[in-house]
């Protein structure tokens, strides 16, 4: 039997299309199989594809997963701002909804709320510590130039800083070989030129050699720079090919990251 599903392409962390990242967004009456699931992202292919069924529990008011092309995630940032984007758009029917909460199987309940003419994600905030350049030696070396330090978190998002955006514009990753060390995250950063940190993010083992904007890694990036920049409220740029511009905001322990969302293509996935 043939299955319609609402269908949504959403460029977030962007004002107009092609900037920021692409997301697919699906409404969903009720869970697919897990691999049908999978294999949506893979026909997609963007970074993710969120998937939104109604919470029946009454912790939230969606329930959400994502999945990239090749396997389902633990967490996205930038799919579940454009989330945020599509529902808060499609169920507002004449009413000015500021607020959307998901419930998710492996990162709690995140929340979605209007902040001017964009939105603010909150996420977990994600802690990294200290780590050494030996821990780090194959990393650094596929990286192709030594970072001023090293940081890591248990849940895999590795973080390099670099003395100044060019430095981390210049960088060209073996990205084969990172993709040998597994999922994990590899965040380069810096001070901004015009922004006040910049970054670029390497996920090959995931299936995204070079994120476009990363919501995830910015949930790291936001307690890892208020300890350097010695406040909780700051700009950033995902330097990539597409490039985004964020705000990011310290809230305990809640990364809010900000920013505009714009649908390209509002249709039907035929199953």
């Not at 594809?49 to 009454?58: L, S």
């Amino acid at each position: 039997m043939t299955q319609k599903i609402p269908y949504w392409h959403v460029d977030a962390f962007a004002a107009k299309p092609f900037g920021g990242n692409q997301a697919a967004v699906m409404v969903l009456e009720e869970w697919l199989p897990d691999d049908v699931l999978v294999a949506i992202g893979g026909e997609n292919l963007f970074a993710e594809t969120a998937f939104v069924v109604r919470d029946a529990t009454g912790e939230a008011d969606w329930e959400l997963r994502w999945c990239t092309p090749t396997f389902e995630i633990a967490l996205c940032g930038h799919a579940t701002l454009a989330s945020g984007h599509v529902l808060l758009t499609r169920d507002a029917a004449g009413r000015a909804l500021e607020r959307v909460t998901f419930r998710t199987r492996k990162s709690g309940v995140l929340e979605v709320v209007r902040a001017g003419e964009g939105y603010e994600l909150a996420l977990p905030a994600i802690p990294a510590t200290p780590d050494s350049r030996e821990n780090q030696a194959e990393a650094i070396r596929l990286l192709g130039a030594a970072p001023l330090e090293v940081a890591r978190s248990e849940l895999g998002y590795n973080i390099y800083l670099f003395e100044n955006e060019a430095a981390v514009r210049a960088l060209a990753p073996d990205i084969r070989g990172l993709e040998k060390l597994g999922k994990d995250q590899f965040i380069v950063t810096a001070p901004g030129e015009t922004t006040d940190i910049v970054s670029r993010v390497f996920v090959p083992g995931g299936g995204v050699d070079e994120d476009s904007v990363t919501g995830s890694a910015h949930a790291a990036l936001t307690p890892y720079w208020a300890k350097r920049l010695e406040r909780d409220s700051f700009t950033a740029h995902q330097a990539s090919t597409r490039g985004g511009d964020l705000t990011l905001r310290l809230d305990g322990s809640r990364a809010w990251l900000g920013g505009p969302c714009v649908t390209v293509v509002e249709g039907v996935f035929t199953l």
